[in-house]
Structure formats: C-alpha cells, structure tokens
C-alpha cells in the first residue's frame, strides 16, 4: 500500500502494468459499458469512459477523444460525482511521473484527434461523492472555449478494461 500513498499516478501506472501483465478480458464486456460516438455541433466524441475507483480512494479519472470541425479548447469539465474536476496531463518529471493541470484546457485542432487516455491527458475527479462502480455509468459535461457545452453520459470500467 505504501505505493498508493507515494502518488496517484504511480500507483495507477503499477496497477495497469500489473493489469496488462495479465492479459485481457473481452468476454464479459457489456454492450451497454461502450461509449457511442456523438457528433455533435462540429465535434465528435468517442471512446469516452471513467475508470472504476479503487477501495477508498477519493479520485479517478475520465478519459475520451474529441474531433472539432474548428479550433477550439476544452476548457471545462465537470461531473454530479466529485467535487473538483480538473484537466490534467502527466509529465516525466526526472523519472517520476507526476500529473498537474493544464493551464487553459486542451487544444483541439481541427481534424485531429485529440485523445485522453490513463498517463497522458485526462479529465480528473477529485474528490468521489461515492465510489465509482464498474458496470454503471456517470455524467459528465464538458465546455469548450467556443461556448459550446456538451452533456454526456459516459461508462464506468473496470481499470483491466482500461485499454479497450
Ligand atoms: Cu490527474
């Protein structure tokens, strides 16, 4: 447990390594635990998903590609259940993963996908009002500098589904 203790990404990396090593699972996935692309208003959402929290701990993340016809930023996003969101990225710092928030919110270029995904760019819940359960599904509304506002209702995976 020291680990989890020590960062929220370490432990997440280990735990996904771990994940891996174990190869994967695709015959109990649910139709209804996928994410179905939207286009909405110039932009196209897919792959969208929240990783199921651990035990306890008080955050997870969100992650999902977005297309925009025009440039943009996803500047906000936020969610019924935790109490902070924010948008982060991981950076390597001397060896050490570690994640921050980004100043101004992601970039969207049009016709490029701008994907989150677990160690790169991600939406996080700080903060779980409850734990989230793999299987059920969370809102999620995401604004984007262009005044354009996105609700969304995306699944809740299990971190060993994370990859899919
Ligand atoms: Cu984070």
Do not use: W
Not at 19 to 38: L, P, R, Y
Not at 134 to 150: Q, R
């Amino acid at each position: 447990m020291n680990k989890l203790l020590t960062g929220l990404c370490i432990a997440l990396l280990s735990i996904q390594s771990f994940a891996m090593s174990h190869g994967h699972n695709m015959n109990h996935q649910h139709q209804s635990s996928q994410f179905e692309t939207m286009e909405v208003d110039g932009l196209t959402l897919s792959n969208f998903r929240a990783r199921a929290s651990i035990g306890q701990m008080k955050n997870s993340g969100a992650y999902g590609e977005i297309q925009s016809t025009i440039n943009d930023r996803l500047i906000k996003a936020s969610s019924s259940v935790a109490q902070v969101v924010e948008l982060h990225e991981h950076i390597n710092d001397n060896g050490v993963m570690r994640m921050r928030e980004v100043e101004g919110g992601f970039a969207l270029n049009p016709n490029e996908s701008m994907v989150m995904k677990p160690g790169g760019y991600h939406i996080m819940l700080i903060g779980l009002l409850e734990p989230l359960k793999a299987e059920s599904s969370m809102d999620l509304k995401l604004e984007f500098e262009s005044g354009k506002t996105v609700n969304l209702t995306i699944p809740i995976v299990s971190i060993k589904k994370m990859h899919h």
